[in-house]
Each structure stands twice: as C-alpha cells, then as structure tokens.
C-alpha cells in the first residue's frame, strides 16, 4: 500500500466540533508534515512534527506521531467553516532523501 | 510575507509541443522542487534541485522533463513534447534547507492541460 494514507477520506463537521484526521505510513521518517490545499489552489504547510517528538501543537492544531504505530493525527479544535479543505500528510523518509510522499488526502467539510 | 509565485497559472497545450512553467521561489531559499498533482489524485513528487543541480527525481520525471535555474530568481521546469497524460497541476516548492530540517513552501500551481 501507499506511503501516508489518511483516513478517513471524507469528513463532515458542524462548526465548533473537533476534526480528526489520521495518516498511516510504511517506512523510517525523518519527520512528516501536514498540509492543506483549498479546492483548485495551492497547498499551505501547517505543522512539521520530527520523528522524534510526540506531540505538537499550532493554534488549533495538535498533531501526534508515533513511530511505532507508523501513525500520525491531526486535530483540528473548535472548527471554522474556513477549515473546509483538504488535508493531506507527507513524509520525509530517512536517509537523505529531500522529498515529500504525500497521502491521497482527506477532505474536510465544516458545515455552518 | 514571502512566498513561492507560479506562472501562468492555467497552460493549455496541444500534445507533442514544449511547455515551460515558471517559479520564482522564496529568495533566501536554496532548496527547490517540482510535484504534479493529477486531477483527483495524489501529489506525486518529480524533481529536487540544489547548488544548480538536479539532487534527487522520480520514475516520472525522464527524459521528456527537465529543470533550470537560468538567473538568480527563477526556477523552470520544461516539457519537451508533451502527452495528454502530462495534463496536471504542477506545484513548485521550496526550502530555506533540506526537507529533513524545514518545511517546503508552495506555490499556487499551474494548471497544465494537455489536448
């Protein structure tokens, strides 16, 4: 199967409630990184966690990993209909390689 | 706040003809790359460039594909005859250093079709 799978692959929220999002990965990170992609538009990075931390928070955001599990969480706290996105984990492999496996992402739907 | 500019943002094409899609990365960085994103899929990775090098690429990125940095703000990449299944968006990124340590910033993308 694929390098950062998230799941699930499609959310649906009211506004206020909490998101979470999973991501499950196959090889040795360096780190892995969340993102989010606006429909049609670029993709915004929004936490980087290295492979040995635990936990991280940004704002709103909590991201957890363990390496262990190959898994990784992303929590969004009280969603905002802006949140309404699709989000998607990388990884960065060890061993020098540069670039960022991405998941198939998931999409994210906050209703007002 | 800096950020990784693309243009154009949408390339219509007729298959068998060169593209060129431009970036202009973040000016204190020194890392830069391509990804492509098919319509409904994944964002697949295809080239890293370093010290005015190619570093690293993917199976997708062959012969058909290259990249350039022609002065000190751009950041090409061309297709040299392209294909109806090159029809995409294409990202371009870049880090301040190696994806081991920092994030990649992105741009917006263009949006390559291919008819």
């Known amino acids: 199967s694929q390098q950062g799978e998230e799941d699930p692959q499609a959310l649906s929220i009211q506004e206020g409630e909490n998101a979470t999002m999973n991501c499950s990965y196959k090889t040795s990170i360096n780190n892995l990184q969340w993102y989010r992609q606006n429909s049609g538009r670029g993709l915004v990075h929004l936490i980087l966690i290295r492979s040995n931390e635990r936990e991280k928070h940004s704002g709103r955001l909590r991201v957890t990993l363990d390496t262990s599990k190959k898994s990784s969480s992303l929590l969004i706290t009280a969603s905002r209909a802006a949140d309404t996105a699709s989000y998607f984990c990388a990884t960065v492999s060890q061993g020098g390689s540069e670039k960022l496996v991405f998941g198939k992402g998931m999409k994210l739907t906050v209703n007002p | 706040e800096p950020e990784v500019t693309q243009t154009p943002s949408h390339q219509v094409t007729q298959m068998g003809q060169e593209v060129i899609l431009r970036c202009v990365p973040i000016?204190?960085?020194?890392?830069f790359y391509w990804y492509r994103q098919i319509l409904g899929q994944k964002v697949e990775f295809l080239v890293s460039f370093y010290n005015n090098e190619i570093s690293e690429k993917s199976e997708i990125f062959d012969d058909q594909f290259s990249v350039e940095r022609p002065d000190g703000s751009n950041f090409t990449l061309k297709i040299r005859s392209t294909k109806l299944e090159d029809s995409a968006m294409y990202f371009c990124?870049?880090?301040?250093?190696?994806?081991?340590?920092?994030?990649?910033?992105f741009g917006p993308g263009t949006r390559l079709t291919v008819l």
């Open positions: 000016s204190n960085h020194l890392y």
């Open positions: 990124a870049s880090s301040v250093r190696p994806s081991t340590y920092n994030e990649q910033f």
